[in-house]
């Protein structure tokens, strides 16, 4: 009984020395909702075939996710947009994947189908009030955005408002997917939503200084308005997580990326 006893201790401290096969045999991802609904699912799934080890998701928004993170809740957080240096400083490590396309959503009654980008500057942030002022119908815009702290928010904020700050007469979403659900609600509509989350009828996406939101077109360059995707780990991956960075960045992850998103080359 001695024996035995003192071998079930031995293992016992064993698994905690190395880890733990508890430990090893599961990823946690918290982050940007893009990654997870359109990637992670399918790279997890992947990485779970090649290894057994499970990749638990979970989403969040980008801002969340890098708390989970930073507190020790996740092994990886997504993200729709760079780190900050503050965040660097905190040993934070970004591994870029890609581009997201940031689409323009507005209802399908509306006759207009090409904004510039100084005309979304002037909407989103309050400026330009009525359609009519970007040559629409006459009816007051109705600007909606994405929850506060989503990669979605910030992108609008880089990408489109610059200096400026958002309209105070914002509709804002609850969560990110279900800013052209809302569009759908109002004929005087307008959000900019990633383009792989566009699933609401009654809208459609118009052009951006007369430059469609396909992948070609950001591919080239042409298509401005885009954001970039990274997954982010709590200093360098080591183990498991090394092994599912590795996967994300082959030729096989890229191409699961692809599916939604623009990969890096």
């Known amino acids: 009984m001695c024996l035995l006893r003192q071998f079930l201790i031995l293992m016992a401290i064993l698994l905690f020395t190395v880890g733990g096969a508890w430990a090893e045999g599961v990823l946690r991802y918290a982050g940007a909702t893009t990654l997870q609904r359109f990637f992670m699912p399918e790279i997890g799934r992947i990485f779970t075939n090649d290894t057994a080890i499970k990749v638990k998701i979970e989403g969040g928004n980008t801002g969340p996710g890098i708390k989970a993170l930073l507190k020790g809740d996740v092994d990886m957080a997504g993200a729709g947009r760079l780190l900050t240096d503050a965040e660097k400083q905190q040993g934070l490590v970004e591994h870029f994947l890609g581009w997201d396309v940031l689409a323009v959503i507005v209802h399908e009654d509306n006759p207009l189908d090409d904004l510039s980008r100084e005309q979304l500057q002037g909407i989103f942030s309050g400026e330009l009030t009525n359609w ?25 904020t880089n990408l489109i408002l610059h200096e400026k700050d958002y309209l105070s007469r914002e509709i ?7 800013s052209d659900q809302q569009v759908s609600l109002f004929s005087a509509g307008i959000t900019a939503l990633s383009r792989s989350m566009l699933d609401a009828e009654h809208v459609k996406t118009v052009k951006v200084d007369g430059v469609a939101a396909t992948a070609e077109n950001v591919a080239t360059g042409k298509y401005a308005l885009t954001k970039v995707l990274t997954l982010v780990t709590h200093g360098e991956p080591q183990g498991s997580l090394a092994r599912f ?11 699961a990326l692809q599916r939604s998103f623009v990969p890096a080359e």
């Not at 815009?141 to 910030?154: E, F, L, Q």
Request: hydrophobic letters at 40%; charged letters at 20%; a positive charge.
């Open 132 to 156: 009519q002022q970007v040559g629409g119908a006459d009816q007051p815009i109705v600007v909606v955005t994405s929850p506060k702290g989503s990669g979605m928010r910030n992108a609008v």
């Open 172 to 178: 804002v979403s609850a969560i990110v997917a279900a």
């Open 245 to 255: 960075i590795d996967l994300v960045k082959s030729p096989k992850g890229k191409k």
